[in-house]
């Protein structure tokens, strides 16, 4: 059984920076494609991003893009991402999760299969 465990998540002002971490157990990991995804309260589950089994390719919501970096490390099973300039809209929980098919969209949720418990993101203004 696949266990993903967010963590790094917390209180930052408007402006400041985040670092999620993402571990996984079990499976290999190299072999899945990663996603973020998070949800505020009230509101639909959204895509944050993705990154490719080998890391060499990311894609982004537009909302995030040039302030967020995912990164991976395979040796480690590791996912991460790099939140900057963050906003009071970003404030939400926080999921990442694994990629079922190498085919198929990104940002689609049901394309996942596995997802870690979250972590909060709140961004004071």
């Known amino acids: 059984q696949v266990q993903l465990v967010e963590s790094g998540g917390g209180l930052v002002q408007a402006g400041g920076s985040l670092r999620l971490s993402c571990a996984a157990s079990?499976?290999?990991?190299?072999?899945?494609?990663m996603g973020w995804f998070r949800q505020a309260p009230g509101k639909e589950r959204e895509f944050v991003g993705f990154?490719?089994?080998?890391?060499?390719?990311?894609v982004y919501a537009d909302s995030v893009k040039g302030r967020f970096t995912i990164s991976r490390d395979n040796a480690k099973s590791t996912v991460s991402l790099q939140m900057n300039s963050l906003k009071p809209e970003d404030t939400a929980v926080y999921y990442c999760?694994?990629?079922?098919?190498?085919?198929?969209?990104?940002?689609?949720?049901?394309?996942?299969?596995?997802w870690g418990q979250g972590t909060q993101v709140t961004v004071s203004s």
């Open positions: 999760a694994r990629k079922r098919l190498a085919v198929g969209a990104v940002s689609i949720r049901y394309q996942y299969d596995y």
């Open positions: 079990a499976g290999t990991f190299s072999s899945y494609g």
């Open positions: 990154i490719t089994r080998s890391g060499n390719s990311t």
